[in-house]
């Protein structure tokens, strides 16, 4: 249940960051509601496997330079996992669009990381 909750915050923070974020575009299934609704958490399933398999390889090997940035490399860190996202979404029919790199990617990893944070304070988790 917990990794659901984590795809629909995820496709809720991709959300905010579209409309935001003039570069970054997500073409729907469909023209209507339930496929953009479909869409979005697609895409917002690839951000969450991504994040999951991809960043901890790429965040442990920046490591020196992480810290060399007292960790501002981190943002660039999360850009690159939204622009893989982007590219993996080329293969199906929901596709993540990033115009620019360097403005948009960074603007939109910063609005995907506030409002996620943002939501995870809302959400119940079991940890103890």
Same mark, same amino acid.
């Given at each position: 249940?917990s990794f659901l909750i984590r795809v629909i915050v995820n496709a809720?923070?991709?959300?905010?960051?579209? #409309?935001?974020? *003039?570069?970054?575009?997500?073409?729907?299934?469909?023209?209507?509601?339930?496929?953009?609704?479909?869409?979005y958490l697609v895409v917002g399933l690839i951000f969450g496997l991504?994040?999951?398999?991809?960043?901890?390889?790429?965040? $442990?090997?920046?490591? *020196?330079?992480?810290?060399?940035? $007292?960790?501002?490399?981190? +943002?660039?860190?999360?850009?690159?996992?939204?622009?893989?996202?982007? #590219?993996?979404?080329?293969? +199906? *029919?929901?596709?993540?669009? +990033?115009d620019h790199f360097w403005w948009d990617a960074i603007a939109g990893?910063?609005? +995907?990381?506030?409002?996620?944070?943002?939501?995870?304070?809302?959400?119940?988790?079991?940890?103890?």
């Amino acid at each position: 249940m917990s990794f659901l909750i984590r795809v629909i915050v995820n496709a809720l923070a991709l959300a905010v960051a579209v #409309w935001i974020v *003039p570069g970054i575009h997500i073409d729907a299934v469909g023209d209507d509601t339930l496929g953009l609704v479909v869409s979005y958490l697609v895409v917002g399933l690839i951000f969450g496997l991504v994040n999951a398999l991809v960043r901890p390889i790429v965040s $442990l090997l920046s490591l *020196p330079i992480t810290c060399l940035t $007292l960790g501002l490399f981190t +943002i660039v860190v999360n850009a690159l996992m939204l622009a893989l996202t982007g #590219w993996l979404t080329r293969f +199906i *029919p929901a596709e993540l669009i +990033i115009d620019h790199f360097w403005w948009d990617a960074i603007a939109g990893t910063i609005i +995907i990381s506030i409002v996620s944070a943002v939501l995870g304070l809302f959400v119940s988790s079991d940890r103890r």
